[in-house]
Structure formats: C-alpha cells, structure tokens
C-alpha cells in the first residue's frame, strides 16, 4: 500500500484509531513485561552473539497489522534505526478466533475488557520495515478484575 494511501487511511480514521494511552492501561496480577528480555535481546545483538535475521523475523501479517492497526510509539527502531515502531495488540481467548483478534480501535479493546470471560492480551511491538519484534507485555483482560 502506497504511503498516500496509508496516511488518509490514518487521517480519516483518527477518531476511532487506537492511541499510545488506549493501550491496556491497568495493571493487574497476572500482567507480564518483557522489557529486560527485550534489552538483553537487543544487547546481544549489538555485542554480536545473535544474527539480525534471528531478530528481524516478523510474518508479513504481522508487519501489515503494524501500520494498519498498530499504535505508533514514537521511537526508532532498535535494531536498523530508520523505521518507526509499533504496537500490535492481539487477544486471545474463549469466542474469539485461534489465531487471536488483532484491536484496531479504541473501542475494542474496552468491549473486550468488559467481557465475563478471562483474556489474554499480547502487546508486540513490531518494526514494519525491517522486521523487528519482540514481545512487549501480557496482560489480563476480562473476567475478575483485580
């Protein structure tokens, strides 16, 4: 897809696009980060023990839900510094599709949350560009609220 393309794709569905602060802001006990993981990963690669094809590895799927209906961060990417990177969040649990349900707006996520079902949410944060992605959080969404 054509950058002009994408940016009116952006512009028109700003209203109801996801944000950096729509991003499952509650903490609860079940909640997982990844961001020493991710350091020491990105550690590594800058002293030489992993290849950059073991890091830049993402499906094509996952670099298309990036631009489409990932949030923007705001930073380079680690690894080849000119891309920008994005945070992918998919679902997964009861009524939803094996493959996991990727959230594309705001209200989504909410309709989600106030599920009586227990949810996983993946937080990815993914480089379109050269293929980055790690791991960024799990959290816990739905069912009893902590």
């Known amino acids: 897809m054509s950058s002009v393309r994408t940016k009116k794709f952006s512009i028109s569905n700003r209203s109801i696009a996801l944000e950096k602060e729509d991003l499952i802001s509650v903490e609860r006990v079940a909640d ?6 991710r350091q020491a990963v990105i550690d590594y690669w ?33 690894i080849c510094e000119l891309g ?3 945070y992918v969040t998919y679902v997964f649990g009861p009524r939803l599709p094996a493959h996991g349900r990727c959230i594309s707006t705001k209200g989504e996520l909410q309709r989600l949350d106030d599920r009586k079902t227990q949810l996983s ?23 009893n609220k902590f």
């Open 84 to 86: 920008e990177v994005y």
């Open 32 to 37: 997982v980060e990844y961001r020493l993981a």
């Open 46 to 78: 800058k002293n030489g023990k992993i290849e950059r094809e073991n890091l830049c590895d993402a499906q094509p799927m996952l670099r298309r839900n990036a631009i489409h209906c990932g949030v923007s961060v705001e930073e380079g990417c680690p």
């Open 121 to 143: 949410a993946y937080v990815i944060e993914v480089c379109p560009d050269c293929g980055w992605n790690h791991l960024v959080r799990i959290a816990s969404l739905g069912g």
